[in-house]
């Protein structure tokens, strides 16, 4: 038994016992187990402190991330900007317990939204390479007319997604557990009319969706498995944290993280690759290139891309 399930126990025994309060400390040590195993589970193998991952962008981006020296930070988009529109949801959807469950009014808020960062394995073949591939190209890199940066990140900020679906319902197995014993705490809290364990309870919960949250995010459908994408994960920051852009038509909401920073980032280590479909390639290398030494005093590789490749 794992060490989250046998403080469900207590949780229990405590109820039986009629401890309330009791049972609402055991209840957050068991949310904050479950909280630390999730995320274990999904953590990057590995001993070294920093891992290389790719990460694809718009030229407009790697331009404005270039411009302002030291200020600039790889972002962490708002969820529902994510390329799977059904991503956030293959751990609870379709099961009727979390439709029941008061988790839904959570899952389906607004607040209910993470922030992401996707990065690419960086690996080196005889026929591909993740920092100049045609697919990511496509998909990520605003079809070709965009950057790759290659670069090292801090290995304990990433999580390994899932692409299983064994592993996505042991989740939410895990989950259910987990709320069930939750739901016993609040019926016995509704019946006592306890309005001192009101206000816990409803943290308690806050704390628990908060980690559902990150968990829901690091599970995408099996057609992407390919990518075996690495990401950072924010789940619910302060609302002060949050910045607002316009991007085209639209507003898209982020976060910056320090760990991400454009100090950091532009190592030794780092190559940046001008996309296939760029208009005068070379010329843009060149462009971004005198950035990085007027505005960073660094000088990470810029190449471009070797494919041949025409947007349309």
């Given amino acids: 038994m794992v060490i989250w399930e046998s403080t469900l126990k207590e949780v229990k025994t405590a109820l039986r016992s009629g ?7 055991h209840l957050r040590k068991a949310a904050e187990e479950l909280s630390d195993e999730l995320e274990d589970e999904r953590r990057l193998d590995g001993d070294s402190k920093e891992v290389k991952v790719v990460h694809y962008t718009s030229l407009a981006t790697a331009h404005a991330l270039l411009a302002e020296p030291s200020t600039q930070y790889f972002r962490l988009y708002d969820s529902v900007h994510l390329t799977d529109p059904q991503e956030g949801w293959y751990v609870f959807g379709g099961r009727d317990f979390f439709r029941r469950s008061s988790i839904s009014k959570w899952l389906e808020s607004p ?5 992401i ?7 080196v073949d005889s026929v591909h390479k993740s920092h100049d591939h045609l697919s990511h190209w496509r998909a990520y890199g605003d079809n ?11 290995r304990d900020r990433l999580y390994e997604v899932n692409y299983e679906d064994a592993t996505r319902d042991a989740t939410a197995t895990k989950f259910e557990r987990f709320l069930d014993t939750a739901a016993q705490v609040w019926d016995e809290v509704s019946r006592r009319k ?3 364990s009101y206000p816990r309870y409803e943290e308690l919960l806050e704390t628990v969706f908060a980690t559902a949250l990150k968990s829901r995010f690091l599970h995408k459908h099996p057609s992407y498995a390919l990518e075996r994408e690495r990401r950072a994960v924010v789940a619910a920051p302060e609302q002060s944290k949050i910045r607002t852009e316009v991007s085209g038509r639209n507003l898209r909401h982020h976060v910056k993280d320090s760990g991400f920073g454009m100090d950091q980032l532009l190592n030794s280590e780092c190559t940046i690759t001008v996309g296939p479909a760029v208009l005068h390639q070379t010329d843009v290398a060149k462009t971004l290139q005198g950035m990085l030494v ?18 349309v």
């Fill in 111 to 115: 607040v209910s939204h993470a922030y």
């Fill in 194 to 196: 306890s309005a001192s």
């Fill in 144 to 154: 070709g007319r965009g950057c790759s940066f290659a670069t090292t990140v801090p």
């Fill in 117 to 123: 960062l996707s990065f690419l394995p960086f690996e």
């Fill in 19 to 25: 401890k309330v309060n009791a049972a609402l400390s």
């Fill in 294 to 311: 007027r505005n960073y005093r660094s000088e990470p590789k810029v190449d471009v891309s070797k494919i041949p490749y025409r947007s």
